[in-house]
């Protein structure tokens, strides 16, 4: 069975610094990898997406996120934190014979 | 844009009411999702649809059932509703095919309480 692990409850980061966000997944083929992003209050939104081909996709808002496969990792990096990305963040797996399997999450917050 | 929408945000209802958590989605979308997030448990998979009148069970199903009557309407029912139930659900929809490959669009979630 697939799983993901966010090893990070809480992560607080002062605002222009930058920002890496831990995410393990476990799953034997080749994984379809989602970030998402949890606003207060609202749902879910999807910052960005890994399928295949080049392992350092590009997200909204400035994020980007590597896939290592022989690390079994998918770290959500962005440069420079804006107090508006504080928020809840979660990472999913999926793939093409099960429903996705969310981590559970890690909360940013924003330091002035 | 695509849009989910939640017909609550906020709900109260007591122990052992019948309880309907109603979403739309307007973007043709075949499959569907319901989930439940509490807090240091992330989102959990109750029930999801994958066409009109289909259903499968996700990892939580246990007291609660789903109706989807058409391809827009996901109903989320709490035949009875108890306490461990208040919980903030989220909806969800995706494009057709497989159901672990395609993002999914959420909903704002309805926050339900049963006291």
């Known amino acids: 069975a697939q799983s993901v692990t966010q090893p990070d409850i809480h992560i607080t980061v002062s605002e222009g610094a930058s920002l890496e966000l831990r995410c393990n997944y476990s799953y034997g083929a080749t994984p379809y990898l989602f970030w998402y992003v949890q606003s207060p209050g609202q749902g879910l939104q999807l910052l960005l997406k890994y399928f295949s081909g080049d392992t350092l996709v590009q997200g909204i808002k400035g994020f980007e996120a590597e896939f290592k496969r022989s690390q079994s990792s998918f770290n959500l990096r962005k440069p420079s934190v804006h107090w508006s990305d504080a928020a809840e963040y979660f990472c999913?797996?999926?793939?093409?014979?099960?429903?996705?399997?969310f981590g559970k999450g890690t909360m940013l917050l924003v330091s002035p | 844009d695509v849009k989910v929408t939640q017909s609550s945000r906020y709900l109260v209802k007591r122990t052992g009411e019948k309880v309907f958590l109603e979403c739309v989605q307007d973007m043709d979308h075949e499959n569907m999702f319901w989930y439940r997030q509490d807090p240091g448990l992330g989102l959990r998979l109750i029930y999801f649809s994958y066409d009109v009148k289909m259903k499968e069970k996700g990892d939580i199903p246990e007291g609660y059932s789903v109706s989807r009557e058409k391809k827009e309407r996901f109903s989320l029912i709490l035949e009875s509703a108890s306490t461990n139930q208040t919980s903030m659900y989220l909806c969800?929809?995706?494009?057709?095919?497989?159901?672990?490959?395609?993002?999914?669009?959420f909903g704002n979630g309805t926050r339900l309480t049963v006291t």
């Open positions: 999913a797996v999926g793939s093409g014979y099960s429903t996705l399997t």
């Open positions: 969800a929809s995706s494009l057709s095919g497989a159901t672990g490959n395609s993002p999914l669009h």
